[in-house]
């Protein structure tokens, strides 16, 4: 195929830093919705069915905090104590119903709508059946003098995917009462709302982001004020309105394409499974957005996308419409990524990614069993919006790291090593990879961090020779690395 003589990199880095403790983090927030931090602010959030932790109630939508990450710390006395002094009426109210956070294994938040009571479950350690913490309400009114929590009203956050839509929870006024000091807190940590681009010393950005969630330092002011003047009401009838969120879904859909068949993903041992998808191309075209729809969030763990160029994987899956990932090799370029957070991949105007006549789309999926039996994935898949016409510069997602251009650091041992000296509270890791001469003007669209559990700060950069603009930038520092944010910045 001959492809447009520009190229457009999408970048992803992927490596290994400082290890540290993590520190506690408000659950999602929108400056738009009131809020719904009415459980302990220790953990990451992620969605998952509110019916399998109470499943006589009929929910919503729901937030689940995972908090087993905060147990496993080895410090995690002291992030207790961080608890203590940010959501001590939560903490309290835990321990009055005989679930203190060192038992904890998740919480639940909900609603229940026959009543669209806000509905808070947990699952603890030696407890054989979830509680709902009923209690937790009365404790938090003895210390506030107000009901903790009784009616609640629909809202909307821009940080939460549920059914492909973008929906939340904004809970009752007096609950607000119980978070707001916590609320406050997260955003002027940085640690809410999850944007990890962050400008620092190290890093002068030259340029802003799109979609970037950030309050200014007079949203933060406000913000304080209003949670240390014990977040009060105000009156309604002059309230601005609450606009709804931007959809994060694709509003443009040419094609669906889902896996075809079914796998069934249980044990305790993660699997790389591959699908073949085709999107019946018969001349070159080129993609101006994608989105990659996990089937089963309960175990889809992330997803890539390559162009198989040729068409030779048609032959590779096997009864479920699967195949091993080591199966095959691919020629074609890797396209689309997908982990919980990130939103549709849409390339800049002008920008599109190839895929060759005869061509099919290979979904690369990383499933992690949830360890409580077998879970069923039969509709992950893909949403495509094609360009109309052939575009100046053809897009590629270029991955970056696991040891590619490592460079020699102080704890290696006869050369370079991607290893992390036992007991080591302070660890660094640097890579240059150098762009072979035949690749032609290449311009940076989109760019993002990855690391895991154990890196918690990087920075990525440029060093020019010869081409326009600074001979070194900065690109991108994420200060405050969360596993949890999983997302690209452009």
């Not at 808070?120 to 009923?134: N, S």
């Not at 089963?296 to 195949?323: E, K, Q, W």
């Not at 979904?363 to 360890?371: A, F, I, K």
Request: charged residues 20%.
């Amino acid at each position: 195929m001959s492809k447009t003589g520009r190229l457009a990199w999408s970048l992803w880095l992927a490596g290994a830093c400082t290890p540290q403790a993590l520190e506690p983090q408000a659950a999602p927030t929108s400056q738009q919705a009131s809020a719904y931090v009415a459980a302990p602010t220790c953990g990451p959030a992620a969605i998952g069915p509110l019916h399998a932790v109470l499943p006589d109630d009929q929910v919503l939508g729901m937030m689940e905090i995972d908090v087993q990450a905060l147990q496993r710390s080895p410090v995690f006395r002291d992030d207790a104590a961080l608890l203590e002094a940010e959501a001590k009426e939560v903490l309290d109210g835990m321990k009055a119903c005989g679930v203190p956070l060192a038992v904890v294994e998740r919480v639940v938040v909900g609603f229940d709508p026959p009543g669209n009571d806000l509905v808070l479950g947990i699952q603890a350690k030696g407890v054989a059946q979830p509680k709902t913490l009923d209690c937790l309400g009365r404790v938090a009114q003895k210390a506030t003098g107000k009901p903790a929590w009784t009616r609640t009203t629909a809202g909307c956050t821009t940080t939460l995917d549920i059914g492909g839509e973008a929906k939340g929870f904004a809970v009752g006024q007096d609950v607000l009462v119980v978070a707001s000091r916590s609320l406050a807190d997260a955003v002027e940590r940085g640690t809410m709302p999850p944007f990890a681009a962050d400008e620092s010393a190290e890093c002068e950005m030259h340029y802003g982001w799109q979609d970037d969630l950030r309050l200014d330092d007079e949203q933060k002011q406000r913000l304080r004020a209003w949670a240390d003047a014990g977040a009060p009401e105000g009156d309604p009838a002059t309230a601005a309105p609450i606009e709804p969120p931007p959809s994060v879904a694709l509003t443009e859909v040419d094609d669906h394409l889902e896996i075809d068949g079914a796998v069934t993903i249980g044990g305790t041992q993660d699997r790389f499974l591959c699908f073949s998808l085709d999107p019946g191309l018969t001349e070159d075209r080129y993609l101006g957005a994608l989105q990659i729809v996990p089937g089963n969030d309960r175990i889809v763990h992330h997803v890539l996308v390559f162009v198989d160029d040729d068409g030779s994987t048609a032959d590779l899956p096997g009864p479920d419409g699967s195949y091993p990932c080591s199966g095959g090799g691919l020629q074609g370029d890797l396209i689309g990524a997908w982990a919980p957070g990130m939103l549709p991949t849409r390339t800049p105007e002008g920008v599109g990614m190839p895929v060759p006549a005869g061509a099919r789309l290979v979904l690369n999926v990383h499933y992690h069993p949830t360890g409580a039996g077998d879970e069923l994935d039969d509709a992950t898949g893909l949403e495509l919006d094609w360009l109309d016409e052939r575009p100046a510069w053809a897009a590629q997602l270029a991955l970056f790291g696991n040891g590619q251009g490592l460079l020699p650091g102080p704890n290696d041992d006869g050369g370079p090593q991607f290893v992390i000296p036992p007991g080591a509270s302070d660890h660094t890791e640097a890579m240059l990879m150098t762009l072979p001469a035949n690749i032609p003007e290449v311009r940076l669209w989109e760019i993002g961090a990855h690391m895991h559990y154990l890196g918690v700060d990087m920075i990525i950069g440029v060093r020019r020779h010869g081409s326009p603009g600074p001979e070194e930038e900065c690109l991108l520092h994420a200060t405050r690395y969360s596993f949890e944010w999983q997302r690209l910045y452009a």
